[in-house]
């Protein structure tokens, strides 16, 4: 059977270095003489704005004014900020109030403390029209968010000591966090990594994953054998998340392609929302507030009212059942077809709707924000890096050229250097069983849209080599990205 390769390892060279000319737009956007240096040596604005951003004494690291943000100045504060979430978020008093309370209420009292220099970085980021970072990966690893956000913004002390006047252990509180299932090993660890790194750097960036219900699975050893069980991590909530559903995206499968004046067009599609739910990443000791965007499937219609008064109770609720299949599990089992196909859907579920939401926030960008039109599209890689950890979001280079090409009018020569320009790709192995696969026949009938556009790619790739090693048809049929086509 014909096979197709989403990595596109054979056109590494040519779709790459998205982070070229990468900055951090700090200080470029600042008059001289406008800054002076506090008592405690800090660098402050003597206008200070939403904008402002002082160099530490760090070469290169940037920082992010919190002028005019409340702030848990001191262990009164914290005991302060605690109680008023224990009453008023978790609505209990100390009467009845479970350790679990507690963890909830010293959580939103945390993001309290986080949440401004949150927005803050945002607008920075806006006013300044920096280059961003979107970090595309299957996996974050991102481990326990609570001692490390107080750690990154050096209230750690402060807190205990609140913690310890009220009674409570810090460390029994910070055991009771869930970790987020959202990784399974290296892969996830780098990427977690990575953003913690580009938020203490300055660096501006979105990571962009999916919102897992289960991850993978928790393991218990019951009578000497390991038994799999889910691992339901949001069964108590996420008081780290944020939802944002006025950003929700349409992700398209199946239907087919026409032309219609001289126009291509994938019709006819099923089609399935992405709910995205925000976490901040911050920095270290910078002020620095960035962003993991993760998504949720939903279905467009979830309940069928009529089926369920007919006495269907089963088929009025199949479709979302269905449909949220996509972000149940991280890495469904793929021994079958319905596996496969789950995979598939997956990957290319975080692609696209990453990449629309990269487009929006180009076309919102300070330049073009009064409507989003008329919006130079060759600017897009001085303002985007997009780089793809592994294989899994490799279908970002086949989505980006469908929607330049199909819903932006770009000819094929200017969406393929646009999107070159833009993709960077990292492989963490080279071993073949490591390297996906897919069956053309799941690729047509899944994506028949992408199957055209990586089709038109490899014959392009293929050109180049034939022109590099004439003649040598073994070298064109091992650097395919499709089997049987290198003829």
């Given at each position: 059977m014909e096979?197709?390769?989403?990595?596109?390892?054979a056109?590494?060279?040519t779709?790459?270095?998205?982070?070229?000319?990468?900055?951090?737009?700090g200080?470029?956007h600042?008059?001289?003489?406008?800054r002076t240096?506090?008592?405690?040596?800090?660098?402050l604005?003597?206008?200070?704005s939403?904008?402002?951003?002082?160099?530490?004494k760090y070469?290169?690291i940037?920082q992010?004014?919190?002028?005019g943000?409340p702030l848990?100045e001191?262990?009164?504060?914290?005991?302060?900020?605690f109680?008023?979430h224990?009453?008023?978020?978790?609505?209990k008093?100390?009467?009845i109030a479970?350790?679990r309370?507690?963890?909830?209420?010293?959580a939103?009292?945390?993001r309290?403390h986080?949440?401004?220099r949150?927005?803050?970085?945002?607008?920075?980021?806006?006013?300044t029209d920096?280059?961003r970072?979107?970090?595309?990966?299957?996996?974050?690893?991102?481990g326990r968010t609570?001692?490390?956000?107080m750690?990154?913004l050096?209230?750690?002390?402060?807190?205990?000591e609140?913690?310890?006047?009220l009674g409570l252990?810090?460390?029994?509180?910070?055991?009771?966090?869930?970790d987020?299932?959202l990784?399974?090993?290296?892969l996830?660890?780098?990427a977690?990594c990575?953003?913690d790194?580009?938020?203490?750097?300055?660096?501006?960036?979105?990571?962009?994953?999916?919102?897992?219900?289960?991850g993978?699975?928790?393991?218990k050893i019951?009578d000497?054998?390991?038994n799999?069980?889910?691992?339901d991590?949001?069964?108590?909530?996420?008081p780290w998340e944020?939802?944002?559903?006025?950003?929700?995206?349409?992700?398209q499968?199946?239907?087919?392609?026409?032309?219609?004046?001289?126009?291509?067009k994938?019709?006819d599609?099923e089609?399935?929302q992405?709910m995205?739910f925000?976490?901040?990443?911050?920095?270290?000791n910078n002020?620095?507030?960035?962003t993991?965007?993760?998504?949720?499937?939903k279905?467009?219609g979830k309940?069928?009212?009529?089926?369920f008064n007919?006495?269907d109770y089963?088929?009025a609720?199949?479709?979302?059942?269905?449909t949220e299949n996509?972000?149940?599990?991280l890495?469904?089992?793929d021994?079958?077809?319905?596996?496969k196909?789950?995979?598939?859907?997956?990957?290319?579920?975080?692609?696209s709707a990453?990449?629309?939401?990269i487009?929006r926030?180009?076309?919102?960008?300070?330049?073009?924000?009064?409507?989003?039109?008329?919006?130079?599209?060759t600017?897009?890689?001085?303002k985007?890096?997009?780089?793809?950890?592994?294989?899994?979001p490799a279908?970002?280079?086949?989505?980006l050229?469908?929607l330049?090409?199909?819903?932006?009018n770009?000819?094929?020569?200017?969406a393929?250097?646009?999107?070159?320009?833009?993709?960077?790709?990292?492989?963490?192995?080279?071993?073949?069983?490591a390297l996906?696969?897919w069956?053309?026949?799941?690729f047509?009938?899944?994506?028949?849209?992408?199957i055209?556009?990586?089709k038109?790619?490899?014959?392009?790739?293929?050109?180049?080599v034939?022109q590099?090693?004439?003649?040598d048809d073994?070298?064109c049929?091992?650097?395919?990205?499709?089997?049987d086509?290198?003829?």
């Open positions: 096979q197709v390769t989403t990595a596109f390892n056109v590494q060279q779709i790459t270095n998205g982070i070229n000319g990468l900055t951090t737009n200080n470029d600042e008059k001289p003489n406008e240096k506090n008592s405690a040596g800090s660098t604005s003597k206008k200070p939403a904008v402002t951003a002082p160099t530490t070469k290169g940037k992010i004014s919190i002028c943000i848990l001191n262990v009164q504060a914290v005991k302060k900020t109680n008023r224990l009453h008023f978020a978790v609505v008093d100390r009467d479970t350790d309370d507690y963890y909830q209420s010293l939103y009292t945390v309290d986080l949440v401004g949150w927005i803050r970085t945002q607008q920075y980021h806006y006013e920096a280059k970072v979107y970090y595309l990966s299957l996996e974050f690893f991102m609570l001692a490390n956000t750690i990154n050096g209230i750690e002390n402060d807190v205990d609140a913690l310890y006047e252990n810090i460390e029994e509180l910070e055991e009771l966090e869930t987020a299932a990784g399974n090993g290296g996830g660890r780098l977690a990575f953003l790194s580009m938020a203490t750097l300055g660096i501006s960036s979105y990571g962009y994953g999916l919102r897992y219900d289960y993978i699975f928790t393991q019951e000497g054998f390991q799999e069980y889910p691992d991590w949001l069964r108590y909530g996420n944020i939802s944002r559903p006025e950003f929700l995206v349409p992700v499968f199946y239907g087919k392609v026409i032309e219609e004046n001289g126009k291509t994938w019709v599609t089609i399935i992405a995205p925000d976490t901040p990443i911050p920095g270290y002020n620095v507030v960035n993991l965007r993760l998504w949720s499937a279905a467009p309940f069928n009212f009529q089926l007919s006495g089963i088929r609720v199949a479709e979302q059942s269905l996509i972000t149940r599990v890495y469904p089992n021994n079958f077809d319905e596996g196909i789950l995979r598939l859907k997956q990957e290319y579920f975080l692609v990453s990449l629309q939401d487009i926030r180009f076309k919102f960008s300070k330049p073009y924000s009064k409507n989003g039109k008329n919006v130079d599209f600017n897009f890689p001085e985007a890096a997009i780089h793809l950890n592994d294989t899994h279908l970002s280079v086949a989505e050229m469908r330049l090409i199909d819903e932006e770009f000819d094929w020569d200017q393929f250097d646009i999107t070159k320009k833009t993709i960077a790709y990292t492989n963490h192995t080279l071993l073949p069983e996906e696969r069956p053309i026949t799941m047509e009938r899944l994506l028949p849209r992408h055209q556009i990586i038109q790619i490899n014959a392009h790739h293929l050109d180049l034939r590099k090693w004439p003649g073994q070298c049929k091992r650097m395919s990205l499709i089997e086509e290198a003829q």
